[in-house]
């Protein structure tokens, strides 16, 4: 690393949205959904068929922006295949993009999580908005804005950036309404359908929740 360790890289922000295997389940409910009063998404598979699983869609070095469609890795084994992966291919890389693995690599702890967790089968979508450090110090001493496209939102008293995600209306399979959910079908379609995103299949939870 030519004398460079990653807790001297400067690291943006790593942007995720996560999704699950699972389309009907309770735990998912109870834990993501306000108690089984929210709702779940369904999404054609071709929506994410601009995003390849392998590490390979992300571009090593970054230079530019980064994203890539991944399976969260819950078993210590994996986790560490993933690791030599990108330690291998820094052996005979130059140092910049030596550092931009690093920094790659700091980034995909977001996809490593307790194998507690495996039960819920979820994949990221990841989304790297790299800027060279030196070009960020340009931009903070003229008083430009980091990122045009980076959007703030107020989450408890915290002020969060986020992207937003274009859809179309062709991206939707279904929509389930939660074992809890307060509103009907009928509000959920003419909601929809007012907001042009066509009839989209509504179902309700078959999971026992009271």
């Not at 009063?37 to 390849?52: E, H, L, N, P, Y």
């Not at 994996?78 to 130059?94: D, R, V």
């Amino acid at each position: 690393m030519d004398g460079v360790t990653l807790a001297q890289i400067n690291i943006s922000p790593t942007y995720i949205i996560s999704f699950s295997e699972l389309q009907d389940n309770l735990g998912q409910w109870r834990g993501y959904a306000d108690e089984g009063k929210g709702v779940a998404i369904g999404f054609q598979s071709k929506f994410f068929s601009s995003f390849s699983p392998s590490p390979h869609r992300y571009q090593i070095p970054l230079t530019d922006e980064s994203c890539g469609f991944m399976k969260i890795l819950y078993d210590d084994e994996s986790k560490k295949a993933f690791i030599n992966t990108i330690i291998q291919s820094m052996i005979s890389a130059t140092p910049f993009e030596k550092n931009s693995s690093a920094i790659f690599l700091a980034h995909m702890a977001c996809i490593f999580k307790h194998p507690s967790f495996t039960e819920e089968k979820e994949w990221r979508l990841v989304f790297l908005p790299f800027e060279h450090p030196s070009i960020l110090q340009e931009k903070y001493e003229n008083n430009k804005k980091i990122n045009p496209n980076i959007q703030y939102i107020n989450r408890n008293n915290r002020i969060v950036p986020f992207y937003e995600l274009n859809l179309t209306k062709d991206a939707f399979a279904h929509i389930i309404l939660g074992p809890k959910n307060p509103s009907s079908e009928y509000d959920i379609s003419n909601f929809l359908i007012s907001n042009q995103l066509g009839n989209i299949p509504i179902y309700r939870s078959r999971a026992p929740y009271i």
